[in-house]
């Protein structure tokens, strides 16, 4: 697995529409349900994966730009090394944009959620 980073999180309880009733609250990686601490692509502090390297870097971020994270929940994100290319039919490895220095600091301990 490759470390990805930091992303600060706003857990949602499961929306109605969603016919699961085993399901609680929605740890979604998408901006869709779960939403990101704050529309953070515009700072420019992110990584190669879009992701923040460590989470000293979001609290600063939100605190510079007055950014309210008390309601917001750390996750620490891995991703597998390899992604399919549907055009080619095969595998290849699944690496951060290279334009964007990538440097994730592993948390101390973890925990798997979702």
């Not at 609680?24 to 390297?53: E, R, T």
Request: charged letters at 25%; proline letters at 4%; one cysteine or more.
């Amino acid at each position: 697995m490759i470390q990805a980073g930091y992303m600060a999180k706003r857990v949602v309880k499961r929306p109605e529409w969603l016919n699961a009733n085993q399901v609680v609250d929605v740890y979604s990686v998408s901006n869709c349900n779960s939403k990101d601490f704050a529309d953070y692509i515009n700072y420019w502090k992110h990584n190669g994966f879009w992701f923040f390297d460590s989470p000293e870097i979001i609290y600063a971020l939100a605190r510079e730009n007055s950014i309210d994270i008390t309601d917001t929940q750390l996750f620490f994100y891995e991703v597998y090394e390899l992604e399919y290319d549907d055009d080619r039919k095969t595998w290849k490895r699944f690496e951060p944009e290279e334009s964007f220095t990538t440097n994730v600091v592993a948390p101390e301990k973890n925990s798997l959620a979702g």
